[in-house]
């Protein structure tokens, strides 16, 4: 009875709709300054103002959500930089992504020990979203420099 009522519950729980892909950042990126700042937050921010997200459980997968979309952002732009390189180039590339990686997951990681509660979840979703986002710009202003 309790697994019924449990599944039921879930079941009536709906979580906010977000895109399949990443288009929607990646059109939004084709489409700015080239800072890409007003991008950021896109698919997070208008979820946030739905019912479900107003949860920390939903505000976590608001902004996951949209983490998950600048991450295939991320891979797709990573590839195609390192396909543009020698192998010193993409030696040191990797060497730097993987310390980023260590640093976003560290930073991100922060509020879980300062706060210990509740708000360090949607705290550390947002790090992660931020971060993320602002690695995206970091290697495309690189895709740019060798466009030129």
């Keep these: 009875m309790r697994i019924f009522l449990a599944a ?5 729980f709906t979580l906010p709709a ?5 288009n929607e950042i990646a059109q939004c990126l084709a489409n700015t300054d080239g800072s890409g ?6 698919v997070a921010l208008p979820c946030l103002d739905t019912e479900a997200g107003m949860s920390t459980h939903g505000q976590v997968d608001c902004i996951a959500g949209e983490t998950v979309l600048w991450d295939e952002v991320l891979n797709a732009d990573y590839k195609r930089l390192m396909a543009l390189l020698d192998q010193e180039q993409k030696d ?9 990686i260590a640093l976003r997951d560290a930073d991100c990681g922060f509020p879980h020990i300062l706060v210990r509660g509740t708000m360090a979840r ?6 992660m979203r931020e971060m993320t986002a602002d ?7 690189f895709l740019s420099y060798l466009a030129n």
């Design 8 to 12: 039921a519950a879930l079941a009536a």
């Design 18 to 22: 977000l895109p399949a892909s990443a």
């Design 37 to 42: 700042e007003a991008c950021k937050g896109i």
């Design 92 to 100: 040191a590339l990797r060497t730097a992504q993987r310390a980023w």
């Design 122 to 127: 949607p705290w550390g979703a947002d790090c």
């Design 135 to 141: 690695r995206v710009l970091w290697l495309r202003g």
